[in-house]
């Protein structure tokens, strides 16, 4: 079958979880014996989000190909196993950078460039290249940013554009949207949603399936009146009501008929419904996993979404040997060795979280200085692992001075040492050595 593209949309209001509905929506094309992929395409301007602070944008997830990219791509691997590469994460700035390089080549043979045609046509070559690359079924876009935003318009046009270019069994749009509850009136308000269809619209492209994100149940009627004022049928309003779980997602979407609407939309047979047998096996192992595990994570950004895949992997490993764990934030910066036992009283175990800079380093090797002398495991990832190794030199080998170079270029004791072949990269943007390499061990080393 020729490759079918489905764009995701949002509406009303950012973090609705436009990336937890895409990667719900693979999961269930998946297992109804579908190949599938799911790409970000975002609408700010830098190339990556490498260079972003956490603050602005969460983690940035690197994928095995060694690409800087958006937290949501872990998502879509953590709920599909599909691998991400480069071709998954696009950005305003990766599209404006290719068409500028092309036209100082002189490729565009002196041709005035625009957004139109220009930069749309290379969105759309990008939204195609992972059918080009490999055989694919389904190939999702999640499309970053709200509805009215300035930058998002051209990657809208692009999408209308294609879904013209396609045709209805090719192309569709999922739009997610939000209905908000006013407790003061006791009532679930739908204009909202209406108003951000209308927006939609107004660009060229009509929704075929809306996801209503809410807090509350919502009603027949409700479902009605929107799909009455937005063109669309019914059956294709999709309820999205909040879950304990993200990992729950995917079994309401099921329920609810997303995946189901979607392939009768694009002519395909629906067969038998799956199970989902392995996924509620999980979900059930998640429930039965009760006992607390405290596990402390030091670091120095106050946002879930900045260690997202650590709290992630945490999680999956409490579920899978019968724990549930409690990821505790511990602020770095204010880590002293007078108050470092109360940070880290009652952790069963510590995470000295990656990160930049010299901003709280001191209170990492104070923690990794605690847990080393308690013998409280620790988990160093990055740069928390050089403060382990610049730590256990200072206190146990006696090289007070010792640091990474990074930090003090000037020291005796460089414990932590930056490869030849950074020592002359100048630029902070996807320079680092990143993603899945042969790590090679001498063999009379004690590493071997």
Not at 124 to 141: E, G, M, P, S, Y
Not at 150 to 174: C, D, H, K, M, Y
Not at 288 to 302: D, F, P, Q, S, W
Not at 368 to 382: M, W
Request: a neutral charge; glycine letters at 10%; aromatic letters at 8%.
């Amino acid at each position: 079958m020729e490759t079918k593209y489905i764009f995701i949309t949002g509406g009303v209001t950012s973090s609705l979880g436009k990336g937890i509905i895409s990667a719900s929506l693979g999961k269930l094309l998946q297992t109804r014996g579908y190949k599938i992929t799911i790409q970000k395409f975002d609408p700010y301007i830098n190339i990556d989000p490498g260079t972003l602070n956490p603050y602005e944008h969460g983690e940035c997830y690197i994928t095995a190909d060694g690409m800087e990219t958006d937290l949501d791509l872990g998502h879509y691997e953590r709920f599909t196993g599909i691998k991400t590469t480069r071709d998954n994460s696009v950005t305003t700035g990766q599209i404006y950078l290719s068409v500028i390089e092309r036209e100082r080549r002189g490729d565009y043979l002196g041709k005035t460039i625009q957004v139109v045609p220009h930069i749309t046509d290379e969105i759309k070559r990008r939204i195609l290249l992972n059918a080009t690359k490999q055989h694919l079924d389904f190939v999702i876009t999640e499309i970053g940013g709200t509805i009215g935003d300035i930058e998002s318009q051209p990657f809208l046009e692009a999408i209308r554009q294609l879904r013209w270019e396609l045709g209805p069994t090719r192309a569709l749009n999922v739009h997610l949207t939000y209905v908000p509850y006013l407790a003061a009136a006791g009532e679930l308000k739908t204009k909202p949603t209406q108003t951000s269809v209308k927006q939609l619209q107004g660009l060229g492209i009509q929704p075929e399936v809306l996801v209503l994100r809410t807090e509350h149940n919502l009603t027949d009627d409700i479902r009605a009146k929107v799909a009455h004022f937005c063109n669309v049928d019914v059956e294709s309003v999709i309820q999205s009501q909040d879950m304990p779980s993200i990992y729950e997602v995917p079994v309401n979407m099921q329920k609810q008929g997303l995946d189901a609407v979607i392939l009768r939309k694009m002519g395909l047979e629906l067969g038998k419904t799956p199970e989902l047998g392995p996924w509620r096996e999980f979900l059930e192992c998640r429930k039965k996993a009760t006992r607390e595990v405290k596990i402390g994570l030091v670091g120095k950004y106050n946002l879930q979404d900045a260690y997202k895949s650590i709290i992630e992997s945490l999680a999956h490993a409490g579920t899978y040997s019968g724990q549930m764990v409690k990821a505790i934030f511990i602020n770095s910066e204010e880590i002293t060795h007078e108050n470092i036992a109360e940070k880290l009283k009652g952790m069963a175990g510590i995470v000295i979280c990656p990160g930049f800079g010299q901003r709280g380093i001191e209170g990492k090797i104070i923690a990794a200085e605690y847990t080393r002398t308690h013998n409280i495991p620790t988990f160093g990832i990055c740069l928390g692992m050089q403060m382990m190794v610049i730590e256990f030199a200072r206190n146990v080998l006696g090289y007070a001075d010792a640091n990474s170079r990074e930090m003090d270029a000037e020291t005796t004791h460089t414990v932590i040492d930056i490869m030849e072949e950074q020592k002359n990269i100048k630029q902070m943007g996807g320079t680092m050595r990143l993603g899945s390499y042969d790590s090679k061990f001498l063999q009379k080393s004690k590493a071997w």
